[in-house]
């Protein structure tokens, strides 16, 4: 199906765990960003990234690592889980007129 | 730094009114995007409405508009004529140079 796909849609990992969460989309954009939503918060960039092989930091990066050896995916991956990651986690594209793609959403529990 | 605020953590409308909900945002730049999500319960986000803020002329979407004042830096969005269905939480954006900022977002709920 073309759009934006994320796996897993729900994850439950213990602290300290290395979890990656995937991100595939089938349009060719050259931007994808990884956002975490929390209550009170709204949505807050983790990364994100030009093109393949090409990756930069968003507002809230620590704890977090990313790769784009492909265009179309955008795996995020946290090395050592914390609680403080517990949250919903959103990746999206960005089309030509500006605008972003979201994809479903992956809810991630720490415990 | 890039900030965007939304004052209103909730709304309520009745069904077949209009209700606005406030967006401001801070910034020294002239050139740049705004948007408008929604988000419903599912929680997949929506594109609303977006705006480039070098145009004057602000954004329709059949019921949906956007008043823009670029001075003032303020992005309301109107909900004309409101339907069960635009009962979601509502997330302003602004975007420069690729990097999107979002306000906490307007939980909006359509009172039949």
């Known amino acids: 199906d073309a759009g934006i796909t994320q796996s897993p849609r729900y994850k439950i990992t213990e602290t300290g765990r290395q979890v990656t969460l995937m991100c595939h989309q089938t349009?060719?954009?050259?931007?994808m960003f990884w956002y975490r939503q929390d209550l009170g918060h709204g949505l807050r960039l983790i990364y994100y990234s030009a093109a393949a092989d090409i990756t930069d930091k968003g507002e809230v990066p620590d704890g977090y690592v990313v790769s784009r050896s492909k265009t179309e995916n955008f795996p995020l991956t946290l090395e050592s889980a914390t609680r403080s990651q517990t949250s919903v986690y959103f990746c999206?594209?960005?089309?030509?007129?500006?605008?972003?793609?979201f994809g479903p959403g992956t809810r991630l529990t720490v415990t | 730094a890039q900030t965007v605020t939304q004052s209103q953590p909730e709304m309520s409308v009745q069904e077949a009114e209009t209700v606005t909900l406030s967006c401001t945002y801070d910034t020294s730049e002239s050139d740049y995007y705004l948007f408008w999500y929604k988000q419903p319960p599912s929680r997949q986000m929506i594109l609303v409405i977006r705006?480039?803020?070098?145009?004057?002329q602000n954004a329709t979407e059949n019921r949906f508009s956007v008043n823009f004042q670029k001075a003032a830096k303020s992005f309301s969005l109107k909900i004309s004529d409101s339907q069960l269905g635009d009962a979601a939480m509502y997330f302003c954006a602004y975007n420069f140079r690729n990097q999107f900022y979002f306000g906490t977002g307007t939980s909006l709920t359509v009172i039949p």
């Open positions: 349009w060719s954009h050259s931007y």
């Open positions: 999206a594209s960005m089309g030509r007129a500006y605008e972003q793609y």
């Open positions: 705006q480039e803020a070098y145009k004057q």
